[in-house]
């Protein structure tokens, strides 16, 4: 596999809640984050396609966390990467 990443990943578990419209929203955990995104363990849970635009919030960690929008990047089976969308 060519490896392409821009930024080093770092491994940590948090539940982040994905939303769109086409799903129900639903919680999953983060196999590692980066600067530029994470990827999330899906367990099967399907995911809009790459492409798609999702929103995601971390969960448990505080009140009212910020809600980012994601892009799906990659599908794998073990889960799914998003990369961050940085409003400009």
């Known amino acids: ?3 392409q990443r821009q930024h080093p ?5 948090l539940e982040v809640k994905i939303s ?4 129900e929203s639903v919680v999953l955990v983060t ?8 990827f999330v363990v899906t367990e099967g849970t399907p995911l809009p396609p790459v492409g ?3 929103e995601g919030q971390v ?12 892009e799906v ?5 073990e ?6 969308l940085i409003d400009q």
């Open 79 to 84: 889960g799914v990467g998003l990369r961050f």
């Open 31 to 38: 196999r590692d984050i980066s600067e530029s995104g994470i």
């Open 20 to 23: 769109h419209d086409s799903m």
């Open 52 to 54: 798609t635009v999702v």
């Open 59 to 70: 969960q448990g960690e505080m009140e009212d966390a910020p809600r980012v929008k994601m």
């Open 1 to 3: 596999m060519n490896e």
């Open 9 to 13: 990943r770092t491994p940590l578990a």
């Open 73 to 77: 990047v990659r599908i794998e089976p």
